[in-house]
T-cell receptor
Framework: GNSVTQMEGPVTLSEEAFLTINCTYTATGYPSLFWYVQYPGEGLQLLLKATKADDKGSNKGFEATYRKETTSFHLEKGSVQVSDSAVYFCALIYNFNKFYFGSGTKLNVKP | DAGVTQSPTHLIKTRGQQVTLRCSPKSGHDTVSWYQQALGQGPQFIFQYYEEEERQRGNFPDRFSGHQFPNYSSELNVNALLLGDSALYLC???????????FGPGTRLTVT
C-alpha cells in the first residue's frame, strides 16, 4: 500500500540554522510528492512538489528532491526564520486520487 | 479569487447527533475531497466527489456520507456522532485532471 513516514517533532532551531525534515514513502507505482505547511489555526498550504524521480521542488527557500532509489523526499532550508514556525506535512498522491499524509513535524524557530 | 471556503468554522455537537459541514471549491475546480485531521495527526482521506458522485473512499464507516451539488460545492454529513469524531475536517478542491489540491481552513468539530 501507500504510506508516508516523517520524522517526529518537535524540531527546535535557532534563527538562521539549517533545517532538514526527513520523509520516506512507500508506494505502488510512481507517486507525486509534496510538502504542505500548516500555520496555527489555518488549513494546509502547498509548499513545494515534485512529480518524478530526481525532480527538485523549491519555494520560499525550501527545497526537496524526489529520490526514487531511497524512496525519500527530505525537506531542507539553509537558514530558517521565526516565521517558518509551523507544522510541515509530507504527502504523496498516486493516480490523481487521494493524498496520503505523514503525521506532521512541528518546527519551532527561536530568535 | 476566493479560495476554498468552509462553513462553519467551529461546531460543538453532542454524542449521537448528526452534523453537516459545507465546502465551496476554488473557482474553476470540479473535484472536492474531504479529510479528517485529528489533533497532532496528519489528515486522513475520507472521500472524493466528482460529477456529483463519490469517486473514491478512504477507510471510514458509512456514518460518513457526502454530496456534491451541480455548482461543485459539497457537504460532508456525519451521523451518530462519537467522541472520536472530534477533529478538524478539511475540504480540498482540484481539477479532476490535476493532482494539485487546494485546502480550505477547515471546520473544527467537537463532540461532547
Amino acid at each position: 500500500g501507500n504510506s508516508v513516514t516523517q520524522m517526529e517533532g518537535p524540531v527546535t532551531l535557532s534563527e538562521e540554522a539549517f533545517l532538514t525534515i526527513n520523509c520516506t514513502y512507500t508506494a505502488t507505482g510512481y507517486p507525486s510528492l509534496f510538502w504542505y505547511v500548516q500555520y496555527p489555526g489555518e488549513g494546509l498550504q502547498l509548499l513545494l512538489k515534485a512529480t518524478k524521480a530526481d525532480d527538485k521542488g523549491s519555494n520560499k527557500g525550501f527545497e526537496a528532491t524526489y529520490r526514487k532509489e531511497t524512496t525519500s523526499f527530505h525537506l531542507e532550508k539553509g537558514s530558517v526564520q521565526v516565521s517558518d514556525s509551523a507544522v510541515y506535512f509530507c504527502a504523496l498522491i498516486y493516480n490523481f486520487n487521494k493524498f496520503y499524509f505523514g503525521s506532521g513535524t512541528k518546527l519551532n524557530v527561536k530568535p | 479569487d476566493a479560495g476554498v471556503t468552509q462553513s462553519p468554522t467551529h461546531l460543538i455537537k453532542t454524542r449521537g447527533q448528526q452534523v453537516t459541514l459545507r465546502c465551496s471549491p476554488k473557482s474553476g475546480h470540479d473535484t472536492v475531497s474531504w479529510y479528517q485531521q485529528a489533533l497532532g495527526q496528519g489528515p486522513q482521506f475520507i472521500f472524493q466527489y466528482y460529477e456529483e458522485e463519490e469517486r473514491q473512499r478512504g477507510n471510514f464507516p458509512d456514518r460518513f456520507s457526502g454530496h456534491q451539488f451541480p455548482n461543485y460545492s459539497s457537504e460532508l454529513n456525519v451521523n451518530a456522532l462519537l467522541l472520536g469524531d472530534s477533529a478538524l475536517y478539511l475540504c480540498a478542491s482540484s481539477l479532476v485532471t490535476s493532482y494539485e489540491q487546494y485546502f480550505g481552513p477547515g471546520t473544527r468539530l467537537t463532540v461532547t
